[in-house]
Structures are given as structure tokens and as C-alpha cells.
């Protein structure tokens, strides 16, 4: 009788466990597919809440939610590229989760420009997901054929141009310098960076406003201009739409290229035999900046389970998950306070990218497709207008003035 009762009580609780159990709707771009799934899986096998993964294809993501959340369907947490924080902000596409962030133990050790696109009108609506810095990617190998030292990497442009001149001039093919020519977010990626380095700026803080026409810009473009003109630049950089943005350094033959931190991985699996080190994109005269790129988690307008969806959003960002899911398979953490770490020590080369990503920069625009991803956008218009044209004042000018126009629709 006894047995009975303590089984039947079993069940009643088993059926309650049942149906407290949540199953929240988690949004990624495809791309991401391949950290994102076994970190799911790593949370799932762990938490009664459990999450249901839906790749959504990168070129469709921003209109399918959008769709979403206007048709009262939006799923419960996303995770996109953090460039669009602002505008879904904006939109008011996204929930105020201000007092749930900032509550965190290791909220000031987030990455400041990923808690930075995430706010608007003085509230935050969106954390980091994933992180990625632009650095400097530098063939050590032909550094030392060169004459230079391959444990001592540019650390100003005319570093840069010293090394280039005597990588190119190995012969065989071989280039100093490598740029995607016709690819205007890869440009934003590892170009940008050049600049705030320099001091300079293509917006103001608040994204309202085009700063193109200064010294800093127009000099970092006569960097590439005169790479371009003395021939340290391949042919096909011009044409290159992103294909090459990393495969160019893959061929051995290329001496430095901005990139970022997913190359290490890249070249450390694919490409064991292209010897490279990893340095910070540097200003004029010694300073150096990065691209803090990366992805933002953030909860819809809409969701039917936030306090779940910040359950999973919170455990994202723990010790564990960006320690065992994210920094031991070769991703840099969000948190400042996790970029050196058991994993990063067995290659110090993930250090730099962390700490770039740290104190880096990203743009903050209600527009930035409009200006920087556009292949007929004025940023990558400027861009080839200055490098391969030679024309740096007039396309800094134009650039300025199409900046505006774009800004002012807004």
C-alpha cells in the first residue's frame, strides 16, 4: 500500500516536472552552425529548460525575423551579427533585458563594443554572443627569407611598408600585402582599424554623423595606395569580393593580410605548413586598434519564454560555456577576464585577438549595410576610387558627402 502511494506520488511529480519543462525557440545564422550546435547540445544535456536550434541562412536572417516578430511568431533569444543591435533596437524589435544584464557577476568584463551596439535610447537590449578581432596575419617564413625578424611584426605603417618592400622583392610571385579589394565588409573588418589607430574616424559616436574627411583616413588609404602602385599587391586583389579574403594567405606567397581570429584556426588545421604569427593592426606611429565583431544575443519583442531565453543567455556567457564550449574549440570568449585561459595558453596566438577584440571598435549606424556592406556602397566606392584610381583626396570627398546623404535619409 505503502509502494503505492510513493509510486503514484512519482508519477504526479514526474508530470509536473513534465510540464514545467520549457522548450525555448533559439534563432542563429547558419554560418554559426558549427559552435552552435554543440553548445546547445552541452546545455541541453544539462538544464530541464531545453533549447531548439534553428539555423536560419545568413542572407535571409534579417527580413525573416523581422517577419517574425511583426507576425507575432518571434522565436525566444536570437544571436546575429552584432552590427544590426541598433536598428532592431531601433525597431523596436527587441526586449529591454537592462536589469537582467547588468545584474550578472562578470557584466563589466562583457565586450564593450558588443554592449555598446546592444543599447539604445539608454537601455541595453542585446549581449555578446560570440566575438571575433581583426588582426594582422604575418608569413614568418618569409620574413626570415626577407631579413626580418620573424618574432617582430609591424607595429606602425611604415613597418608595414619596410616589410612589404623586402617580402615583394623575394620575387617568385611572392607580395608583401594582400587586401580584398572589391569586398566592402572585409574592408570594415581590417581596414577601419588602421584608422582609429591613427586617431581618426568615419562616423561620430552616435553614428549620426560622417568624419571621412581627416588626415587619418586619407593617409591610411595612401598606405594602400602606394602598396597598390609598387606593385606589393597582387593583380587579383582587385577583383576579390571575399573569396580570397583568407585563401591568398593560404598559398604561402603572401607576406601580411588583415584577418581575424578565425584564420588561426583555419591555417593551424588546413594549412600546417604556412609558418604565421598574429599581430595587431597598427596606426601610424605605434598605436593599434581592431574590428570587435562577433554576434549579440538578444530576446524578441514578442518571446513567449524570456525568463527562460535569459536563463540559456546567461549560461552563454558563464565560465563553463565560454571556457569548454567557446575558447577550447579555438573561439575567443566575451569576457575580458576569459581571454587568457587553459586553451588560449596552449597557443599564445589566440591572445592577441582577445585582447584586440577587447579594446577594440565597431561602428555604431542604423544603416551600416547601407554604408559599409554594400558592394556599391560609398565606403568600398572610396576604397577603389583611392587604391586603384590614385584618386585620394576626390573619393575621401565624395565618400563624405554619400555618407551624408545615406545618414540624413535615415
Partial sequence: MQGSRVLAVCAVFSMFSAAQAVTIDFWVRSSDAGFTEPLVKAFNASHSTQVKLNLVPAEQFVPKFAAAVSGGAAPDVVATDLIYMPAFAAAGQLTDITAQARALPFYKQLSPSHLRLATYGGKLYGVPFSAEGSILLYNKDLFTKAGLDPNKPPTTWQGIRDASKKITALGGGVKGFYFAGACAGCNAFTLLPLIWAAGGDVLSADGKTATLNTPAVKQALTLYRDLWKDGQIPQTAKADSGNDFLNAFTTGKIGMAGSGAFAIGTLKTKYPNVNFGVAYLPGETGKWSSFAG???????????????????????????????????NGSIPVRSDLAVNQYSKLDPRYVIPAKAMAGG????????????N?????????????????????????????????????
Avoid: H
Fill in 361 to 372: 571598435r565597431t561602428p555604431y549606424s542604423l544603416v551600416y549595410n547601407d554604408l559599409f
Fill in 374 to 410: 554594400s558592394g556599391t556602397g560609398p565606403w568600398l566606392t572610396m576604397i577603389q576610387k583611392a587604391v586603384f584610381d590614385g584618386d585620394v583626396d576626390g573619393a575621401v570627398t565624395q565618400a563624405q558627402a554619400d555618407f551624408t546623404k545615406i545618414l540624413q535619409r535615415k
Fill in 294 to 328: 562577433g554576434d549579440s544575443m538578444a530576446i524578441p519583442k514578442g518571446s513567449k519564454n524570456p525568463k527562460e531565453a535569459f536563463e540559456f543567455i546567461g549560461w552563454c556567457l558563464s565560465d563553463a560555456a565560454q571556457i569548454e564550449q567557446f575558447a577550447k
